[in-house]
DNA sequence: TTTACTGCAAATCTTTTGCATCAAC
DNA sequence: GTTGATGCAAAAGATTTGCAGTAAA
């Protein structure tokens, strides 16, 4: 039971796509694997090298299309935690908010109830509606604060 | 009683400048000043658009190289909003937050008070030191929202 | 006069786009 | 055989950098 889905998450991608009159390539497949197999936020390029071990003539514009597909559907988020690059990841995982460490590059997941208290102040106060799914938070973690 | 320092902080900064034996020019005293007079938070872009309207030659890079140098010293705080561009304010305005509306793009500003409740739990749970300095909220605004 | 600062042009870096070719259906 | 997808090259937008000339001290 590792996917929320009951078929193989890759699988019903594929179906989808066909549905819409997409087509499947080798590329768009090993992009989505690229993407399903990371767990943490994966940026463009970190897909393209990915794709590009197994399948040499992959081009990164390739990657931006299939991406810019994917999110058109639904099927992956995009986040933008700063950097200038922007990260991507399956929807279906659900939506988690990350810290940064500005120091060290890692990042922690923190899921929707931790952040509740603070969306509620958000709409009660300043009736803003916030999109929390695309929340980073940076700082200093742990091991890097001394 | 409108700045933090007794002295208005534009001779404080052309002071510090001088003492640390960088030079005043008149690129720079006006890029200061246009700093100094957003309420929020301003874009090289901004600065520079702000900067042409008086004083017709200077160029984009200057500005660039006199943030770099306002943020080594400390006088400026650079703000990654996403959207892939660096926004600037004076260190000394103190800091706040910003909910961002995605779709007409305004910012409300919040104070750090709404925040530290966010910032005991992630201190908390997480071990993490955040640096609310630079959070920015996405989202949608009131007026956007229907 | 010294050397920090500036303007200009060109280089980066990420993402986007135009176009001719290719391949999934 | 259609026409959507790809690769390539070039463009776009923000920021950085090299260099020769300029000006603040």
């Known amino acids: 039971m590792e996917d929320v889905n009951h078929n193989g998450p890759a699988k ?3 179906t ?3 549905q819409k009159g997409y087509r499947i390539t080798p590329q768009r497949t090993m992009i989505l694997e690229a993407i399903q197999s990371s767990d943490q936020h994966i940026s463009a390029e970190e897909i393209h090298a990915q794709v590009v071990a197994k399948y040499p003539n992959v ?3 390739t990657v931006y299309r299939t991406l810019e597909l ?3 559907l639904g099927l992956v988020t995009e986040t933008d935690l700063g950097g200038g690059r922007f990260r ?3 929807a279906e995982k659900g939506h988690h908010h990350h810290l940064v460490c500005q120091e060290c590059g890692n990042t922690i997941d923190l899921d929707n109830s931790e952040l509740y ?3 509620e102040v958000l709409l009660k106060k300043h009736k803003f509606i ?3 799914q ?3 938070i940076m700082g200093r973690c742990v091991n890097c604060k001394k």
Chains 1, 2 share one sequence.
Do not use: G, Q, R
């Open 12 to 14: 019903d991608i594929a």
């Open 16 to 18: 989808l796509l066909t």
């Open 59 to 61: 081009n990164i514009s």
């Open 70 to 72: 994917l999110k058109k």
């Open 88 to 90: 991507y990841h399956p």
């Open 117 to 119: 208290p603070l969306k």
């Open 130 to 132: 916030a999109d929390l």
């Open 134 to 136: 695309h929340l980073a």
